[in-house]
Structure formats: structure tokens, C-alpha cells
């Protein structure tokens, strides 16, 4: 597979995200997978959503390696604050990428993904996802929670990032990250974190 720009061997696909759902996908270069992270300046919209200490983010970009050229290189989600400039990249794995890919696609699944099983579990006990929150970063790997409201009593639960994002697509719930994990930077260099 080749670059969609410069006809040198594609490494990465791109997957463009509006609404939750993949509106485009492209296979590019290393060099130009950077390029575009940078070019693809957001546009803000309103004021960015906040929560006590928690910025509300959206779902942007998906990048999956095609061929790794090093041990860093993995597939990753890029997300982008609602409303804002900031961005932040969320590295997956493989299965977790796959997962995300196949649940951001316009076009169901004839059955359903684990994320969407769970969704279902959660409302036929009559349990609702208020969102997730990206609430901890440590020695490099994010942590994740769910917040679930069940007939007023409220749950947390802990969870990696990417099954996190992949429940909250399924159960079209916000997603929020805690305001001191952001990074200052915009479109540049997010700071990459493992799941
Ligand atoms: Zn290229």
C-alpha cells in the first residue's frame, strides 16, 4: 500500500472521526502521519465543557499501524477537547484498536462487540452511563473510570482508556478527562501514554 500523498510505502492507516462514526480513512508515511496530526488544526466550537475538574474530549482521529518500523510505533486514538484546542493521544492495543474501529464504522456489526454487550447488560439492569473520565496518569499508562447511576446510587468503576472509550461509544456517553492530565500543547506533540 502506498502514501495517499507522496506514493512511498504507506505505515499507517488514518481514520477520521465526527459524530462517533469514521467519515474518512486514508493510508499514509510516517512523515506524512505527522504532517497531517498537525495540519488537521481543530476548530474550536463554543466553549469548551467542563465538569468540576473534568474537560469534556471527543473522539478525533484513529491511527493504526500497518508496519511497524519501531518497538513505539502502536495504533492509537487522538482526542480532541469539545470546543477547544487541546488534544491528547491515547495509545491501544491491537485487539482494543480493532474493537474502536469496528464500532466508529457507519455500518453495525450483524452481532455484538464485547463494548456493546456490556452496554446492554448495563441497561437492562436498569443502569445508565453518566461518562467515562480519563482521572489518572501514572508511570506512563492512563486510568479510566466509568461512572454508572443505578436508580440514584452511583458506581465507579476502573478501566483501561481504551475499553473505556470503546464503552462509551457504544453507549453514546461523554467523555471527560481530569483537567491536570491534559497536555498544554496544541496538535503538535500530544503526549503519547501507554493503555
Ligand atoms: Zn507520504
Known sequence: MQCYFCGLKATQQLFFI?????TRETQVCADHAVTLLQRE???PQGEPFTEGRLVQFE?????RMLISTKPSDSDCIILQESGGTRRMQVTLGRCEASTLERLLQPQRTPRPL???AFARTLHSLGGKLVHIAITQLLQGTYFAVLRINQNGRRFEI???PSDALAVAVSCQAPIFVLVSLIPADVGGDPTAASR
Open 18 to 22: 465526527a459524530a462517533r462514526q469514521i
Open 158 to 160: 476502573d478501566l483501561r
Open 59 to 63: 473522539i478525533e482521529q484513529l491511527h
Open 41 to 43: 488544526q481543530p476548530r
Open 114 to 116: 464485547t463494548p456493546e
